[in-house]
């Protein structure tokens, strides 16, 4: 008998001892909402930062160093030529070695209306398209002497050849 008293009075001790212990709370199962997507334009100061740049900031370090070595000199920056889709920040660069034709590279920050008059201008121009790496769509002139790339941060890159668009890099 003694026995079943202590076992009882361990239940109820037990038993007073749970009931003040209080339930965890529900973990929070709400979704949030899914991360939205946006055009990045840059600011006034971007723009004016930009517009101090090189020829030789707008390729890769060694496609710079390719082209130096092959006795092309780089020229200044200059606006986008009036035969191609032009864009209000942005630049065109010519690398030239005074013999053959020059390797022309650029690389704007462009609106999306901008890069729909874009397309909307290639497209009547015969030129093709095909899926660039990251969503990117690449154009190509019909004679494949010139490329566009146009991106979803709103990034304009421009080259002689695919290869050469691909090579240039947003301005620091």
């Given amino acids: ?3 079943l008293v202590t076992v009882l009075t361990s239940l109820a001790v037990g038993a007073a001892l749970l009931s003040g212990c209080t339930a965890q709370p529900e973990p929070d199962t709400s979704e ?17 930062e930009y517009h101090d740049v090189s020829c030789a ?13 092959g006795g092309f000199e780089a020229g200044e ?14 630049q065109i660069c010519e690398w030239s070695d005074g013999t053959s034709e020059p390797e022309l590279f650029g690389w704007a920050r462009a609106t999306p209306d ?5 397309q909307t201008h290639l497209d009547g121009e015969g030129w ?22 146009f991106d979803l ?12 668009a691909k090579s240039v890099t947003p301005p620091a």
């Fill in 114 to 118: 901008e890069i729909e008059a874009a």
């Fill in 153 to 164: 941060n709103g990034e304009v890159h421009y080259g002689s050849t695919l290869d050469g």
């Fill in 1 to 3: 008998m003694t026995r």
């Fill in 57 to 69: 900031d707008l390729i890769t370090a060694d496609l710079a160093r390719t082209l130096n070595t």
């Fill in 32 to 48: 949030s909402p899914a991360p939205t997507r946006t055009l990045a334009l840059p600011s006034e100061n971007d723009i004016a």
């Fill in 128 to 149: 093709s398209t095909e899926q660039g790496e990251a969503e990117a769509v690449v154009y190509l002139a019909p004679d494949a002497d010139r490329a566009f790339i």
């Fill in 77 to 90: 920056p200059q606006p986008w030529p009036a035969d191609e889709p032009t864009f209000a920040d942005g």
